[in-house]
């Protein structure tokens, strides 16, 4: 790609938006009061805002490799704290993807340096889960459920945060998991049920605040 484009392409948006709104970057500038944060993947084909549909100042987006919230990561960690407290979104989305370049190798036993702790994370959400994703025999069909595991489990990262827990009580900050299909290019809401998630997990992570 050459870079220059980039700048072009930066100048004829500019001009755009401006056609269709005079006051559109000013009003930008002002500040920010999303309703939504989004945890996706730094996967080039999952585009946060595109998918969707939403414009500038509507989601505050966080992005990685595989959608991860390790408990330590003081990048998502930092995300989540300032979007629930400062920003008051009501809403956390961990959306993850089929064909996750990530989730797949962390199926693989491949050493992959630097890599190797974060993909260890998604190895632990294979050992929790080890025993339904053993009785997948259909390879694709086990990549693909183990991707929509990794995001239950990164939703329950999210639960565990005292940020999250006290919006929760305070205002029902609501936490979802979604998938994006590439192939379909379809956004799926896995409806992951909290409330028996919440019940097993919360009798360990609950905090009182
Ligand atoms: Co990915």
């Known amino acids: 790609m050459d870079i220059k484009q980039i700048f072009e392409n930066n100048q004829n948006w ?62 998502s960690m930092s995300v989540i704290d300032y979007a629930v407290k400062h920003l008051k979104v009501n809403h956390v989305v961990v959306c993850g993807h089929y064909y996750c370049g990530g989730v797949k190798a962390a199926m693989e036993s491949k050493d992959l340096g630097i890599l190797n702790p974060w993909l260890r994370n998604i190895r632990d959400v294979y050992r929790t889960h080890r025993e339904e994703l053993n009785s997948i025999s259909d390879e694709d069909k086990r990549y693909q459920r183990l991707v929509e595991l990794n995001v239950q489990e990164q939703c329950i990262n999210v639960i565990k945060t005292a940020e999250v827990q006290k919006a929760y009580r305070e205002r029902n900050l609501a936490v979802h998991g979604w998938v994006f299909d590439i192939h379909s290019g379809r956004l799926i809401d ?15 992570y609950r905090l009182d605040i």
């Open 14 to 75: 500019v001009e755009n938006q401006l056609n269709l709104d005079s006051s559109y970057f000013n009003d930008l500038s002002k500040g920010q009061s999303p309703d939504i944060l989004y945890i996706g993947c730094s996967d080039s084909r999952v585009t946060a805002e595109e998918l969707m549909g939403v414009l500038p100042g509507d989601v505050f987006v966080h992005r990685n490799i595989a959608n991860m919230v390790p408990n330590t990561d003081l990048s």
């Open 190 to 204: 896995l409806k992951i049920d909290f409330s028996e998630i919440l019940k097993n997990v919360m009798e360990i």
